[in-house]
């Protein structure tokens, strides 16, 4: 696991650093755009990796003026587009060592 995809914070604290309210990222959770882990005793704790997740969100809504369900979409369509270039740089690497550049 990499060291910010390790869940660290509580939901408190990861309220206070982004500074918005706790009931804002549980309602975050219940419509699907984050998906903290859960401790054994079932407590959300937050990753770095979420934290700016939920910075992009909060810019996004903010700044932007994008509503959640386009917020969502946003979300989908970069995460789409990371994986296109991974397997893009895949294929090239392939074509390089077949000979093919």
């Known amino acids: ?17 982004l500074g918005t309210q706790t009931y804002t990222l549980r309602y975050y959770e219940r419509i699907g755009l984050i998906e903290p882990k ?18 992009r969100v909060r810019t996004l809504v ?16 970069v995460q789409r587009m990371g994986e296109m270039q991974d397997r893009m740089a895949k294929l090239e690497s392939e074509v390089e060592r077949l000979g093919g550049k």
């Open 1 to 17: 696991m990499e060291q910010n995809d390790e869940p660290r914070y509580v939901i408190s604290i990861a309220a206070r650093i």
């Open 38 to 55: 859960r401790s054994q005793g079932n407590i959300r704790l937050y990753s770095d990796r979420d934290i700016d997740l939920l910075r």
């Open 62 to 77: 903010e700044d932007m003026g994008v509503n959640l369900a386009g917020v969502e979409v946003i979300l989908r369509l």
